[in-house]
């Protein structure tokens, strides 16, 4: 019998140590206590109703099997927050609808000083204001704050984001000026700031953004001048600025930009002639609707001239449409109407497929599809 207990005792003794080893394995490779805590800070200031995507954020690895996080596999630091509310993911389609959550983003989100990208994107109802301290994460590459209803300015800082390639507040409710520093995000490829309350003027050493390919801006309430430092970020090939309250003329060196492909100004004050330049470009989409644009549209189309879509419909053109615009490469969607142009509509193979609502509403233009001269 004492024998018995004696093995007994010993089965313990040896269970303990295991269990030990085990629980000490587990800790050894789940993220740090300081990134947990962080996160369930994070997840405290935000309530998602309907799907429960956070139901998975339990257990002592934020690591393993928490939704939308994942995290370096070396260090276990977290990297990557992924919260998307419109996602093809399987606890979407279970639900059938897309993610709603309101709260706000809670400051402890910068404990996470690992942090290479945070998407918190399409959540519709998540307000507050950006985080002051997000200027402070050293690797983050991706901020993607679209579709909430974030209020309040950008970070005066956020220029010392020097590896950030993706800036995306679209679609809130942000205020004030774009900061001065935002020019020194050098790694900087993707700004969007469509529809949000931003007003100022752009800056004048916007240009030094010498990597940045798309600069969504519309939808807001910009004014002032277009600087002519933006033709110094040759990479862009997508500037979006309409429906602001821009002024003044269009810089002549846009025109110039290697591999600008989409030029939206529309909707703005835009004033002075249209340059010389925009007609020989690289521009396949130029939309320069509802602005105050003046002068006759120039004669200079060539065979590098090649537009999906052009678009000078509400300005104040005047005089004929140049004849040289027959010897364009192609063009697809003409819209001329709504200016103050005259004479004949040149002939030319793409014409035949425009129609009257292309010329409308000028003063004297005559020909197909018009009545005829």
Known sequence: MHINRRKKDMGTTLLIPAVF???????????PPSDRAALLAFKAALHEPYLGIFKSWTGYDCCHKWYGISCDPTTKRVADINLRGESEDPIFQKAHRTGYMNGSISPAICKLSRLSSVIIADWKGISGTIPKCISSLPFLRILDLIGNQISGEIPYDIGKLSRLSVLNFADN?????????????????HLDLRNNLISGTIPRNFGKLRMLSRALLSGNRIYGQIPYTISYIYRV?????????????????????????????????????LPVTLMNSSI???????????????????????????DLSYNNLKGPIPKSIASATYIGHLDLSHNHLCGAIPAGSWFEHLEASSFVNNDCLCGKPLKTC
């Open 21 to 31: 080893l085990l629980v000490v394995g587990i800790a050894v490779n789940a993220c």
């Open 173 to 189: 409710r942000i205020t004030g000026r774009m900061p001065r520093s935002i020019a020194n995000l050098s790694s900087l490829m």
């Open 237 to 273: 090939s997508d500037l979006d600025l309409s429906l602001n309250r821009i002024s003044g003329p269009i810089p002549e060196s846009i025109g110039k930009m290697a591999v600008l492909a989409t030029l939206n100004l529309d909707g703005n004050n835009i004033s002075g002639t």
């Open 284 to 310: 396949s989409i130029l939309n320069l609707s509802r602005n105050a644009i003046e002068g006759n549209i120039p004669d200079v189309f060539g065979p590098r001239s090649y537009f999906m879509m052009m």
